[in-house]
């Protein structure tokens, strides 16, 4: 017979529904005290519209807010148009860059060595540390490592194969706390009105999985990589040099 694991937690709607309002009834009360912070509709454990950081920065987040009922609790995570175009030619890449490589290639650059780094008086190792190795260049890649590929395949996918990207609202029901929801917005950055618009269209479609007619007009999404967009961010705000 096998041996049921009684450390497995349920999936949250599968918990019965006593305890999932108890649930809500605390996620209202967190989201009441963090009311100064967020606003009143939702919370989280992370920081909101902090001041001074660039947009290129503001593109996801995550956060909690109770349903229509008094027995769900939403477990969100909340995406812009850009960055859900930047992660799908990431994903693009990544699989065309892999697929070039042998699968012994793979193993190889994933195994990882550690060596010592302290020893007690007695001569016995107390710590290891990560021993550094050149970056693997492929023939394959003209030379290039991994990475160095992966970059100029995205730049390539964003302007020759531009992914097509929807707004919309996924749901997944095997979330431990609450349900899981993944929303895509066509906003330029993720602040407490886009969350609070995200809240209202979700509610308004029938707190359900839901995906727009039309796609995000090419125009307003990114011309550029999410490394190339980096870039030119650290290029812009590094100090100038002074030429004597």
Known sequence: MK???????LPFVALPRHRRSDEVIKLRG?????????????TSHLVLDEPDRPDIYKQWFDFYFVGKDRFTIWNAEIVTARR???????GLA???????????????????????????????VL???????EPVRY????????????????AEIVRN????????????????????????????????????LAIDRFQAVG???????????????PGVSEHEAFATLKQSSAPNEICT
């Open 139 to 154: 023939a394959q890649f003209g030379g290039m490592t991994f990475f160095e590929k992966l970059e100029a395949l995205e």
């Open 127 to 133: 710590t290891y540390q990560m021993v550094k190795r």
């Open 3 to 9: 041996r049921r694991d009684s450390k497995k937690r």
């Open 94 to 124: 990544y699989d065309r860059a892999d697929a070039l490589r042998t699968p012994e290639e793979c193993e190889a650059e994933a195994q990882l060595e550690f060596e010592p780094a302290s020893y007690s008086r007695t001569g016995k």
């Open 30 to 42: 967190r989201i009441h005290r963090d009311a100064g912070d967020y606003g009143g509709r939702f």
């Open 207 to 221: 707190e359900t999985d839901w995906r727009a007619a039309e796609p995000v007009p090419r125009e307003r999404l």
């Open 161 to 196: 194969e531009p992914p097509i990207v929807f707004e919309s609202f996924s749901l997944d029901r095997s979330y431990v706390y609450g349900i899981g929801l993944r929303i895509v917005l066509d906003v330029e950055i993720i602040d407490r009105a886009a969350i609070d």
């Open 84 to 90: 859900a175009f930047w992660d799908a030619a990431n």
